[in-house]
């Protein structure tokens, strides 16, 4: 079993940054596919990033393609988040995902472990 714990969430203002952090303990995630989502109040959740087990392939949403990197460090069990040039329509609750794969994977039916998620704020 996999237990994951996101961090950094806030409130920002427009075109500000924010770094969310998602630590896994439990398991190793160094061989699985990681991915961030978020969900709007009255929306869907929707994919916002993915990660091969690696690092070395990842997949971003339209919406945030050049303004958010996703990484990970498998030393210590973590994957990052780095948002940039945030805008209102990002504000959401985030949550990272741990598949049971090694390869990116897309959507959320991928995903077998989930945190509880962090809130961002984008204030304009």
């Known amino acids: 079993q996999v237990q994951l714990v996101e961090s950094g969430g806030g409130l920002v203002q427009a075109g500000g940054s924010l770094r969310l952090s998602c630590a896994a303990s439990?398991?190793?995630?160094?061989?699985?596919?990681m991915g961030w989502f978020r969900q709007a109040p009255g929306k869907e959740r929707e994919s916002v990033a993915a990660i091969n087990w690696s690092g070395g392939s990842t997949d971003y949403a339209d919406s945030v393609k050049g303004r958010f990197t996703i990484s990970r460090d498998n030393t210590k069990n973590t994957v990052y988040l780095q948002m940039n040039y945030l805008k209102p329509e990002d504000t959401a609750t985030y949550y990272c995902?741990?598949?049971?794969?090694?390869?990116?994977?897309?959507?959320?039916?991928?995903?077998?472990?989930w945190g509880q998620g962090t809130q961002v704020a984008v204030s304009t």
């Open positions: 439990g398991r190793t995630i160094s061989r699985a596919a």
């Open positions: 995902a741990a598949a049971r794969v090694s390869s990116l994977v897309r959507g959320p039916a991928a995903y077998a472990y």
